[in-house]
């Protein structure tokens, strides 16, 4: 089983609503993504949890926030967005090591209102 | 620093035709190299890899040779179908923190019946 799973897979808020992502993984991996993609360009890294640790965050404004519960689990908590924030919202995960691919959930289209 | 540079799309081609899709890479070290395939709507499926030097990945009727002397990983298929309609992401990744991905582009394919 290599599948990613991430709820919802649409959601519209408004600039002053609290929301979260959710993102889990049954594979055992031990590392997992937030990536943002706009239309036409290719993902870019937001944040990387290794080992349930935040090792990674690419200078992403605080209005979005992460958070991994467990091993399986990694949550977006999104607060105060701007309508540029609209995008698509997606997941990974990787078992860590070298050549170690990752493996990418369906996503979640935020639009921003 | 590292980069990936594809050819730009979109490439559209008719059914059964050949594909070659350009991908090369700037790195420092030795990495591991990665074709991602995202089909309208969804996220993205890793296609196939390789993780040194003149090893062929290949999957799905897809090919692609890690070639060092040419810092290439080209993307190759004998016969497209329509269904292989998507964006094409090449991708290259160290065994360093993170396990991070940088990604070429992308290339839109387009196949008509």
């Known amino acids: 089983d290599t599948e990613v799973t991430q709820t919802p897979k649409h959601l519209v808020m408004g600039m002053t609503n609290k929301k979260s992502l959710k993102c889990e993984q049954h594979m055992g991996h031990r590392a997992m993504y937030w990536y943002k993609q706009k239309a036409k360009k290719p993902p870019e890294l937001m944040f990387v949890y290794s080992y349930e640790k935040l090792s990674i965050n690419e200078s992403v404004p605080s209005r979005f926030s992460p958070e991994c519960p467990n091993s399986s689990l990694l949550n977006l908590h999104l607060h105060a967005l701007q309508p540029e924030d609209s995008a698509l919202y997606l997941c990974?995960?990787?078992?860590?090591?070298?050549?170690?691919?990752?493996?990418f959930g369906p996503g979640t289209r935020l639009t921003v209102t | 620093g590292d980069s990936v540079t594809q050819m730009e799309g979109p490439v559209t081609l008719s059914e059964e035709a050949c594909l070659t899709i350009n991908c090369t890479y700037t790195a420092t070290g030795y990495p591991s190299l990665f074709w991602y395939v995202q089909y309208p709507g969804e996220g993205l499926q890793l296609l196939l890899k390789a993780t040194k030097a003149d090893d062929k990945g290949s999957n799905k009727g897809f090919e692609a040779t890690y070639r060092k002397e040419t810092t290439s990983f080209h993307l190759e298929k004998g016969s497209v179908q329509v269904s292989d309609s998507a964006v094409y992401f090449c991708?290259?990744?160290?065994?360093?923190?993170?396990?991070?991905?940088?990604f070429g582009g992308g290339t839109r394919l387009m196949v008509k019946p």
């Open positions: 990974a995960s990787s078992q860590g090591g070298t050549g170690r691919e990752q493996y």
């Open positions: 991708a290259l990744s160290y065994n360093n923190a993170g396990n991070m991905l940088t």
